[in-house]
């Protein structure tokens, strides 16, 4: 079974159009899949302000091969657990996922600035709907009420919708 998919071309516009991403913002991207959101959000901003995480190994390698195929290899592509973020690289002005969830994991609140955005289909038995939060506090990661389990990974606290 695959654990990844391209999504389609108008969706990609929107979901882009909707993370308002200015050059020199920095950008997680959960879920590289084919790689191509991450070429277009570093042909914006500049790879080294990409970064995008993703769970199967195999589909990070098709990935930053395509990509530096294409000519964008310096964006960081990293094989991990997208629920968990990367720490490393915070915070980040946006944060991106690329595959419905049904809670914002409480990381990726941690994970982004006082004033950024974390934006991702979200989705439930019935509907689906393009979910953007702004984070407005410096404090708001601690704030939130953490919850047991998250929809989107193998064990991040999330952050309830």
Do not use: F
Request: hydrophobic share 45%; with cysteine.
């Amino acid at each position: 079974m695959p654990t990844s998919s391209a999504s389609s071309s108008i969706m990609v516009a929107v979901m882009l159009a909707a993370l308002d991403a200015v050059p020199g913002y920095r950008v997680l991207e959960i879920g590289t899949g084919t790689g191509y959101n991450a070429a277009l959000l570093s042909y914006r901003l500049g790879a080294q302000l990409v970064t995008s995480l993703e769970i199967d190994q195999k589909v990070a390698a098709q990935a930053r091969k395509a990509l530096s195929d294409t000519g964008y290899g310096e964006i960081s592509v990293i094989t991990g657990d997208g629920a968990l973020g990367h720490p490393a690289g915070a915070p980040y002005d946006r944060i991106i996922a690329t595959a419905a969830v049904h809670q914002i994991p409480y990381s990726w609140v941690e994970q982004t600035r006082p004033g950024g955005r974390v934006l991702l289909p979200w989705a439930n038995s019935y509907t689906g709907a393009l979910v953007t939060s702004t984070i407005t506090v410096a404090q708001a990661a601690a704030s939130l009420p953490k919850a047991a389990s998250c929809g989107c990974g193998s064990g991040a606290d999330p952050w309830p919708l």
